[in-house]
């Protein structure tokens, strides 16, 4: 039999971690965070407990883990936006990527949002919660000053839930929600905030979508 190569090896560990993390979440979503274990978690992926072991310290650690990913996800979108632009347009970039993001992570996205509203999840992510929220609403408060909004701390807040509301309502309902519509309808309000017309950036959703 012929050595792996340390490519291969490094493979093997992605796809172990990656089908652990997801095997996590499902049962972190089924039982609840504070009644999971973590041989609850290795019989859902299908491993031996220990070998868990090799990667994770125990199921706070998978939690973090989890919770990076998501984070990671987030981080691309907003590195979709920030390539140059007018400041209005990166904006627009920001949602539309947001939700792209959503759509091609759905099964991970729909666990997430199940597992992220346990308190007991809440509690355990403890900081790093607050930490990665309050930078959310830093970049989105920055792309709002930039482009010259009056009040760029609220309207952070303001479209930072509006997006994390669309995406979980996307997420509950896939097939009958109306994403691309709502996602370009909340770039034209976005864009009439900041000029009090959004012509401009109307004409971009219309386009998007194929529209004259």
């Given at each position: 039999?012929?050595?792996?190569?340390?490519?291969?090896?490094?493979?093997?560990?992605?796809?172990?971690?990656?089908?652990?993390?997801?095997?996590?979440?499902?049962?972190?979503?089924?039982?609840?965070?504070?009644?999971?274990?973590?041989?609850?978690?290795?019989?859902?992926?299908?491993?031996?407990?220990?070998?868990?072991?090799?990667?994770?310290?125990?199921?706070?650690?998978?939690?973090?883990?989890?919770?990076?990913?998501?984070?990671?996800?987030?981080?691309?979108?907003?590195?979709?936006?920030?390539?140059?632009?007018?400041?209005?347009?990166?904006?627009?970039?920001?949602?539309?990527?947001?939700?792209?993001?959503?759509?091609?992570?759905?099964?991970?996205?729909?666990?997430?949002y199940g597992v992220r509203h346990q308190p007991d999840v809440v509690a355990a992510l403890g900081p790093a919660l607050h930490a990665w929220t309050d930078g959310v609403l830093a970049t989105l408060e920055g792309h709002l000053r930039t482009a010259g909004h009056p009040d760029p701390a609220i309207a952070a807040h303001l479209l930072f839930g509006a997006i994390d509301g669309v995406a979980q309502h996307f997420a509950l309902d896939p097939e009958g929600y109306p994403l691309d519509a709502v996602a370009e309808c909340l770039v034209v309000t976005i864009a009439r905030t900041l000029t009090g017309d959004g012509g401009a950036v109307r004409s971009s959703a219309r386009r998007s979508r194929g529209a004259p």
């Open positions: 039999m012929t050595p792996r190569t340390a490519g291969q090896f490094e493979s093997l560990r992605t796809d172990s971690r990656e089908r652990l993390e997801r095997a996590a979440l499902l049962v972190f979503a089924r039982a609840g965070y504070a009644r999971a274990t973590v041989r609850d978690v290795a019989r859902e992926a299908g491993v031996a407990q220990g070998l868990l072991y090799n990667y994770y310290r125990g199921k706070d650690d998978l939690l973090a883990a989890v919770f990076r990913r998501s984070m990671a996800d987030v981080e691309t979108s907003f590195a979709a936006a920030a390539a140059e632009a007018p400041p209005a347009e990166r904006l627009a970039r920001l949602v539309r990527a947001a939700f792209a993001t959503v759509r091609e992570h759905l099964p991970f996205w729909r666990l997430v």
